[in-house]
């Protein structure tokens, strides 16, 4: 689903166990299943005002408090608090508190093959 005024980020579709990598060095802030709609939901900070969200995981494979590299794996894409049935990363970037269009952020498609590339376009950490 693309980025709009009812999705707040973006769903890029994926096989079940896709491995979903950390768009930019951070900071996990959160790792759970807690926040309703989510799924299993990982949130990482890449500065003070800038944080990703990576949801609707199968797998969350890094804990509360890790330190992430751009590039590392974090967790496998799944369906988790999907109404669809579709395996799918949910993919948000908020910039002082507030939803910004994804895309900014990505490389163009026609540069990468991964279910959530690594971050090459806007600077992730002078926002």
Not at 2 to 9: F, I, R, V
Not at 42 to 59: E, F, G, I, P, W
Request: charged share 20%; aromatic share 6%.
């Amino acid at each position: 689903m693309p980025y709009g005024s009812y999705n707040k980020g973006i769903d890029i579709a994926a096989p079940r166990g896709t491995l979903v990598h950390a768009a930019a060095d951070g900071t996990v802030m959160y790792s759970g299943s807690s926040v309703a709609g989510y799924g299993k939901l990982l949130l990482v900070r890449h500065s003070d005002s800038m944080v990703t969200a990576y949801a609707n995981n199968d797998n969350l494979l890094v804990p509360e408090g890790a330190k992430v590299k751009a590039g590392q794996i974090v967790a496998s894409v799944g369906d988790s608090d999907r109404n669809d049935g579709r395996t799918a990363l949910h993919f948000e970037v908020r910039v002082n508190g507030k939803h910004v269009n994804p895309n900014l952020y990505l490389p163009s498609p026609r540069h990468s093959t991964d279910a959530n590339a690594q971050g090459r376009g806007r600077d992730w950490h002078s926002r």
